[in-house]
């Protein structure tokens, strides 16, 4: 059986970990390579890291974290952040990554993801969206450049779109719910379910683990990304597993 | 020292850091490069298979990996690099493979509560023993991610099962050769067991 998968997310800025609130208010919570490290020990099922510095120009910032990483974490990483071209994936893959994360660029040329997918295989291709809810239209605004630039796309357009170019995961990300810790946006993931036959892994607002049986049972999601949860107090992977176990949800079994 | 083979596109980082974490002295090379001087080839790969066996096959590759496994040393495919074992595959083809083990490559078959690519965790029954096997435990979850699969023509080179959907080949073996569906070099702990076990595995006499 299929098993559901839980991913720590790491921000970066300027080489640091940062932990944000709606897209905002950066907080240094430490070092990406200790703590992908301690990820490693406490049953992470892959690890996602994205830049995001603002107008991000280069990926240097994360090859530099790609390098120590992948001498010491044997799990699927999946990176983003400031991807610009096809020889940015390129060097990516030949430096370690699984998969690469990619979403300004997308809005801006879709043909990008049927590249990347043609070139790379479309299981190593995540499009992520940054969605924000829009309740004067009861639907939700899609923003690009780390939430800067409102995208003028609707979601299910977007979701279709990238389905049909070749896209092998969504990460849809909630800016509203981002570092709130008060639970993932449901009826956002469940949009995307409806648009896509994709794997959907969701990020955004888990600051308990009932917050993750939530998102679990609620929607049809393969996975759960946690940024907040995983960077304050002891919770880790591990801990959210055996918690989430009791209900009936499957993880991998490596012991 | 054992050979990894460079087919372009791959993560080929992922393989070389576990085998240098494992302390095993490896090169990447070229497919067409492969010599007798190696003890062990790894075929890894992310791809198409269409694409990669078209690659192979322009610089005589392929007939250098089917050389070196007549000399009865072990030969490793992982994911796509075991899917090139087989005799014929179905992405962007009919494509011949290598031939190695006779078998073709066809897209998983889903119902609309399954999503292709079979990304993520799964577990693994063991059909037999095997060395490259050793000290893994039955039913324990490695890491695909794959949307096509191996059908063999002969179940009895059937080494591991995992289901998703229906049950496919997750393991594969035939003499020296062994084939992986999914990826033991980011499965973790027992991950890295597999590639130690085949690093000291000893087929040729």
Redesign the interface.
């Known amino acids: 059986?299929?098993?559901k998968?839980i991913i720590p997310v790491q921000l970066l800025l300027k080489n640091r970990l940062v932990k944000t609130k709606k897209f905002d208010k950066f907080l240094d919570v430490g070092n990406p390579i200790k703590s992908s490290k301690i990820y490693?020990d406490s049953d992470a099922?892959e690890l996602i890291f994205l830049n995001i510095e603002r107008g991000a120009s280069t990926i240097d910032p994360l090859l530099s974290i790609l390098e120590e990483v992948?001498?010491?974490c044997?799990?699927?990483?999946a990176l983003g952040g400031g991807i610009k071209n096809i020889d940015d994936l390129?060097t990516l893959?030949?430096?370690?990554?699984?998969k690469v994360i990619i979403n300004s660029i997308v809005y801006k040329n879709y043909d990008f993801v049927e590249e990347a997918s043609?070139?790379?295989?479309?299981?190593?291709v995540v499009v992520s969206i940054d969605a924000k809810e829009n309740l004067q239209k009861n639907d939700y605004d899609l923003y690009s450049e780390c939430g800067k630039k409102k995208e003028i796309i609707s979601l299910q357009e977007h979701v279709v779109r990238c389905e049909k170019k070749g896209a092998?995961?969504i990460f849809i990300n909630s800016i509203d719910q981002d570092g709130m810790m008060k639970g993932y946006d449901i009826e956002l993931i469940n949009k995307v379910a409806e648009n896509c036959?994709?794997?959907i892994i969701a990020c955004g607002g888990a600051g308990n683990f009932n917050h993750m049986k939530e998102a679990f049972e609620q929607t049809?999601i393969?996975?759960l990304a946690c940024g907040s949860l995983f960077n304050f107090g002891d919770n880790n992977p591990i801990r959210a597993k055996s918690f989430l176990q009791n209900y009936n949800l499957n993880?991998?079994?490596?012991? | 020292m054992i050979a990894i083979i460079d087919n372009n596109y791959s993560n080929l980082k992922s393989i070389s850091n576990a085998l240098g974490f494992l302390n095993f002295s490896y090169e990447i090379i070229k497919a067409e490069d492969l010599t007798d001087k190696y003890s062990h080839t790894i075929i890894p790969g992310v791809g198409n298979f269409s694409k990669a066996m078209k690659d192979l096959k322009k610089n005589k590759g392929d007939k250098k990996i089917i050389q070196f496994s007549n000399t009865k040393k072990p030969i490793m495919g992982i994911c796509l690099g075991m899917q090139l074992l087989a005799s014929s595959g179905d992405e962007s083809g009919p494509v011949n493979g290598l031939n190695l083990i006779p078998g073709f490559i066809k897209k998983i078959s889903i119902d609309k509560n399954h999503f292709l690519p079979h990304i993520g965790w799964n577990s693994v029954k063991f059909l037999k023993d095997h060395i490259v096997l050793d000290g893994i435990k039955d039913e324990i979850d490695f890491y695909f991610v794959h949307s096509y699969s191996f059908n063999l023509e002969n179940e009895d080179f059937a080494l591991g099962k995992t289901f998703y959907y229906e049950n496919f080949n997750s393991i594969v073996t035939k003499g020296n050769i062994i084939g992986f569906q999914f990826h033991p070099e980011k499965s973790q702990k027992y991950g890295l067991r597999i590639l130690k076990n085949f690093c000291n595995w000893k087929t040729a006499c």
């Open positions: 059986m299929l098993k998968r490693n099922d992948s001498k010491v044997f799990m699927p990483l390129k893959f030949r430096r370690g990554a699984d043609f070139l790379f295989g479309k299981q190593s092998g995961e036959s994709l794997p049809n393969s996975a993880f991998k079994i490596v012991k």
